[in-house]
């Protein structure tokens, strides 16, 4: 079992940069792939960024490429998005998931967290 609790959103202007966290417990963290998705107000969850257990592999959405970086500190049990040069359209519910074998679809994961709200005003 692995039990995930995401930090870090907030409100931002345009333009402005954050760093979410998701805090893992569970001594098997360390095996599992690790992804960030989103959803925004009516609209489906959506793939944001992903790291392999050995973080030796990220994979990131065309929308994001060149503004975040997923990282992880396996010793914190914790996985981190930067995010860079937020646009009002990244505003979404962020959630972090665990899987293994995981990849960029949201059916690859087996764990999830309750999220945390990134709003970013024009």
């Known amino acids: 079992q692995v039990q995930l609790v995401e930090s870090g959103g907030g409100l931002v202007q345009a333009g402005g940069s954050l760093r979410l966290s998701c805090a893992a417990s569970?001594?098997?963290?360390?095996?599992?792939?690790m992804g960030w998705f989103r959803q925004a107000p009516g609209k489906e969850r959506e793939f944001v960024a992903a790291?392999?257990?050995?973080?030796?592999?990220?994979y990131y959405a065309d929308s994001v490429k060149v503004r975040c970086t997923i990282s992880r500190d396996k010793a914190k049990n914790t996985v981190y998005l930067q995010m860079n040069s937020l646009r009002p359209e990244d505003t979404a519910v962020y959630f972090c998931?665990?899987?293994?074998?995981?990849?960029?679809?949201?059916?690859?994961?087996?764990?999830w967290g309750l999220g945390t709200q990134v709003t970013v005003s024009s």
């Open positions: 998931a665990a899987g293994m074998g995981a990849g960029v679809k949201f059916s690859d994961y087996d764990y």
């Open positions: 569970g001594r098997t963290f360390s095996r599992y792939d």
């Open positions: 790291i392999s257990w050995s973080g030796d592999r990220r």
